[in-house]
Structure formats: structure tokens, C-alpha cells
């Protein structure tokens, strides 16, 4: 058996050879690089598979005859290399997987199965395979570039700043980690924070357009208008026709409110790409703003068809509680909460339709689910202490109340909410102290919702709520 074993594993190593002189011709390397788009000749390509035929039938014919041959991790990587640019993926993990089993700690054919895992939109999935990678090496760079993309991919952008800044200490000047830790950031609300890394690109990067009017719409968020316009205008002024620029510009003049403006510039972009969701959500925006609800629910359409996503499913259950289709928006936020169930925005909306419907009970479910993502949350805290008390739970209402007021002491609102619940319990006196108060902050409204509040209807005779209502 000795010289058929030998023969076999001869004949291997002579196709490994070939196959290792073909895929160094095409700059296939070891670790794959899901940003370069290898383009592979047909006629080299062919003669490649042909060659990995013959490979896979010598495998089996050895297999057939128990001939046990050692193949090489780096060739099965190559060749899941391979078959990755060629975008035959099952092949590819197959053969990540074959290099992975003859050595568990071989870290590139885990990254790239990560990447191949993140190419087809597998994010969560290929998040594991990175952290396999990071365990064997915590300073894997691309590995740490990698995951922060694909934690970016599934709206988890703190997680993400977290992998950019682990970047950043291996390599501060790094432009991509500098650029994407300014988007996410963005995404997170902390424009101002943002803003530095765009400058840091721009320093690093002379006009670089996606920096300029990234760093626009930041401004734009923080109530820079004009500064915000000067940066979009000033990354057109070296591309009219940047895409992504004539969107971000549409953003912005939709954040500052010139609604005909910006659909000026989704129409130009639709012109270009009739089918890009972000452009269709987005004018979708715009016809809501200007009041025209139905026109706004055709292009919300249209981007889910294109992308299933819980902001536009969000929006478009905004857009049926505006035309008094409530049905229609349970539906839209369900369907929102389906895909992203911690998606506060959803959780908080279909509770204020749910009050709005006089189902208190199941609003106060969502206030909560709201309220653990966001304990703070104002409106949430707020509304759920309304509901409560409608409920006849005056005690809780109250605490909800007075932990409001700890924050935000003059807000007449709650100061009137509270004045409610303490006539409820029968504390007259401070019930009266507080509608002094709101009324003091806001006569007119206070002193109409108090004549015709039914809580105060056993004290509409006492002097003291005469005097407040001027009743």
C-alpha cells in the first residue's frame, strides 16, 4: 500500500503546485479582500475548475481506497478563495471549513468566511466567525475593520464605535476606521462628536466628498443650517452629479424644513436610480412633511419592496395614524417590531396609538418595553403615568409624576397631571397648590382643561378653584 499511498500524494501535490501558480496569477491571496472585485478571466477560470476536478476525483478515488493523503490548509483556503470571487459560496465555505479542521487556530480561513458570511447578509453570523479570529488574535486588524462593518450593517453602533476605537489604537491615522467611527457616531445621535472625525478625514483626504456632506448633515442635525448647506454644496461643487451628495443634500434641507427643495433633489437622484430605497424613504418624508399622507405611503411602498425596513415600516404606521387608518398602522409597527423588537421609536408609537384608541392596559405594555430601552424617555415616563391614572392608580401616577418633576421642575404638563391625581386621592389642598401652579404657566389652556376636567368636578364649588379657574 506504501507506494500507491505515495503515487496519490504525488500526484496531489503536483495539482496543488499548479493550482498555487494559477491562483498567485490572479493575486489570490490567503486572506480575501471583500472590497476587491477580482475579476477572474473565463478561460483561466475554466481551466481552474478543470484542474479542481481532477483534484476533487483523485480525494475521492484515495478516500474509495482508505488511502489516507494530507492536504494543505493554505491550498484549501486558496481554493475557497477561489470559488468566493467566482461567487460560488457554498463551495467556498466548504472549504473554509476543510482548512479549519485540519487547524482550528489557521485564522484566515475564518475571517473569510466571516466576509463571505457579511457578503450575503449574514451579519450576526459572520460577527462570530470575527470573534473566533479575535480570540486567536485580539489584534487581528481586519478582522476588528470587518466586524465594526458588519455591527454597523445591524444598526448596533456603539458595539461598533467599540471596534473602530480598538482600530484606531493600532493605527490612529487610519482613514476608514476615522470615516465609518463618524458615521456611526452619526447614526447614534452625537453629531458634534462626529463632526471631529469627519474633519480628521478631510485633513487626511482633501475633499473628500462622503466627509462633506456626512459632516453636513451632522451639522444640519445640530440646527447648523446654513454651515450644513455650505458643506453639501461644497462637496457638489467637485461631483454635481456624487450620488450619495445629491441625497445627503436632500436630507438636509428636508431637516430644515425646505420640503420642495429637497424633493428637487430625491427627484434628480430617482432620475439615476428610479429604485434606491433610501431616496424613496426619504421623499416619502418629504410628501409626509408637506401634509400629503397618501403620496407619502406610495413611496414607503416602494423602498420596502426594495428593503424591509423597521424605519420605513415606522414611518408608514406614522403616516396611516395621520389618515386615521389605525389598523393599518398596528400592522405597520407590528410588522416593525417583528424584524427589530427592541426598536424603541415602534415600541413608544404603538403605544400612543393604543392610548389614542383608549386601550390603556396594552399601551402601558409598550410604554414599559419602551421604557426599558430608554428609562428616562420623557414622553414615555409621561404617558405611562396618564395611563396609569386613567386606570385609577393615582399613588403610582403620582411617583412617575414627582420623578418627572425631580428633572423637569416648570413643566406644566405634569404639574397639571399631578394636580389630577392628588384631587383623585381626595389631597385637595396640594391638588389646588399644583393648579395654581399650571395655571400660573399657562392660564388660558389650564384654566379650560380644569372646568372641564370630571376630577374636579366635587371641588368646582370651593372658592380656592373658583379663584385658580376663574370659574
Avoid at 476587491?36 to 474509495?64: C, F, Q
Avoid at 389618515?323 to 398602522?329: P, Q
Wanted: glycine residues 4%.
Amino acid at each position: 500500500m506504501a507506494p500507491a499511498y505515495n503515487v496519490e500524494q504525488n500526484k496531489l501535490s503536483i495539482l496543488d503546485a499548479l493550482l498555487l501558480r494559477l491562483f498567485n496569477e490572479q493575486k489570490i491571496k490567503l486572506k480575501i479582500d471583500s472590497k476587491d472585485r477580482l475579476e477572474i478571466p473565463s478561460n483561466l477560470k475554466s481551466k481552474i475548475e478543470g484542474t479542481l476536478n481532477v483534484r476533487a476525483n483523485l480525494l475521492s478515488k484515495t478516500l474509495e481506497q482508505k488511502n489516507n493523503v494530507s492536504t494543505d490548509k493554505q491550498i484549501e483556503t486558496l481554493i475557497g478563495n477561489f470559488y468566493y470571487y467566482t461567487n460560488q459560496f457554498d463551495k467556498a465555505a466548504f472549504f473554509y471549513d476543510k482548512a479549519n479542521k485540519i487547524d482550528p487556530n489557521f485564522i484566515e480561513p475564518i475571517f473569510n468566511r466571516g466576509d463571505l458570511l457579511a457578503k450575503i447578509g449574514k451579519y450576526e453570523e459572520a460577527i462570530l466567525c470575527y470573534d473566533i479570529a479575535l480570540s486567536i488574535d485580539p489584534n487581528y486588524f481586519d478582522a476588528l475593520c470587518s466586524k465594526g462593518d458588519a455591527l454597523v450593517s445591524i444598526s448596533r453602533y456603539n458595539e461598533a464605535i467599540s471596534c473602530y476605537d480598538k482600530i484606531l489604537e493600532i493605527d490612529p491615522n487610519y482613514f476608514y476606521a476615522l470615516y465609518n467611527k463618524g458615521l456611526a457616531l452619526s447614526k447614534t445621535g452625537r453629531h458634534e462628536e462626529a463632526i471631529t472625525f469627519f474633519d480628521q478625514t478631510c485633513n487626511l483626504k482633501l475633499n473628500h466628498i462622503p466627509s462633506l456632506y456626512n459632516k453636513g448633515y451632522s451639522l444640519a442635525k445640530l440646527g447648523k443650517h446654513n454651515e450644513a448647506l455650505i458643506h453639501c454644496d461644497k462637496a457638489l461643487e467637485i461631483d454635481p452629479d456624487f450620488f450619495d451628495a445629491l441625497i445627503a443634500k436632500g436630507m438636509v434641507l428636508t431637516i430644515n424644513g425646505s420640503y420642495e427643495e429637497a424633493l428637487y433633489y430625491f427627484n434628480k437622484t430617482l432620475e439615476l436610480d428610479p429604485k434606491h430605497p433610501d431616496v424613496l424613504y426619504n421623499k416619502g418624508l418629504c410628501l409626509a412633511k408637506l401634509g400629503k399622507y397618501e403620496s407619502a405611503l406610495s413611496y414607503y411602498n416602494k423602498a420596502l419592496e426594495i428593503d424591509h425596513n423597521p424605519e420605513i415600516l415606522l414611518y408608514k404606521g406614522n403616516a396611516y395614524v395621520q389618515l386615521g387608518k389605525y389598523s393599518d398602522a398596528l400592522i405597520s409597527y407590528d410588522s416593525a417590531l417583528t424584524i427589530k423588537p427592541d426598536y424603541f421609536d415602534a415600541l413608544f408609537r404603538k403605544g400612543l396609538l393604543l392610548t389614542h384608541l383608549g386601550k390603556t392596559s396594552d399601551a402601558i405594555v409598550f410604554y414599559d418595553d419602551a421604557l426599558k430601552i430608554k428609562p428616562d424617555y420623557f414622553d414615555a415616563l409621561f404617558h405611562k403615568g396618564i395611563e396609569i391614572a386613567e386606570l385609577g392608580k393615582h399613588e403610582q401616577a403620582i411617583e412617575i409624576f414627582d420623578k418627572l418633576l425631580a428633572e423637569y421642575k416648570n413643566n406644566v404638563n405634569v404639574i397639571y397631571a399631578k394636580s389630577r391625581s392628588k384631587a383623585a386621592i381626595g389631597e385637595i389642598d396640594q391638588s389646588l397648590d399644583l393648579l395654581k401652579q399650571a395655571v400660573s404657566k399657562n392660564p388660558k389652556v389650564i384654566k379650560i382643561w380644569a372646568r372641564a376636567e370630571p376630577v374636579f368636578e366635587k371641588i368646582q364649588d370651593d372658592k380656592r378653584f373658583k379663584k385658580i379657574t376663574g370659574h
